[in-house]
């Protein structure tokens, strides 16, 4: 089945600013939390490293609603990671952030177009908000702005 996005956020210290545990991806698919002490001693491993971060990054690119921002979160965990370090608690919750406060700045601006194409009569009056739910979900592209709204009402 492969890893998801939730297998990495609910790794406890995740969501603790202050953990900084080593993450590593084991051959059976098993994600583990690791001493620094096991990364020092076995520092050719930047192999396993890598593949332990991108399978974080392909479970980014696999989940609905954060895919989109698959670029965001590779150019993140590039500058956190320099050089093949290991994948850490603290690298997965400053990406998830990261992702999160770009997500909800995207919310509010699909739900201001939404709203824009209410006012403007080209959806019903009340549906600007679920509109821009859900264009983050089903993007539309650049509906209205530089041509007409195909079949508007």
């Known amino acids: 089945m492969g890893l998801t996005i939730d297998n990495f956020v609910t ?64 150019d993140t965990l590039t500058a956190l990671r320099q050089d093949g370090k290991p994948l850490t608690t603290r690298h997965i919750n400053a990406v998830m952030t990261q992702l999160e406060d770009t997500m909800i700045r995207d919310l509010g601006q699909t739900i201001g177009r939404g709203q824009e194409l209410a006012r403007a009569g080209v959806i019903p009056d009340g549906f600007g908000r679920a509109f821009g739910q859900f264009c983050m979900l089903h993007p539309l592209g650049n509906i209205g702005e530089t041509d007409p709204v195909p079949g508007a009402v």
């Open 11 to 74: 790794l406890p210290g995740v969501r603790n600013d202050s953990a900084n545990e080593k993450v590593r991806l084991h051959a059976s698919g098993e994600l583990s939390k690791t001493s620094a002490f096991f990364f020092f001693r076995s520092h050719a491993r930047a192999r396993e490293n890598n593949a332990t971060a991108q399978a974080f990054l392909d479970s980014i690119g696999n989940h609905p609603a954060y895919s989109k921002y698959a670029t965001v979160a590779a």
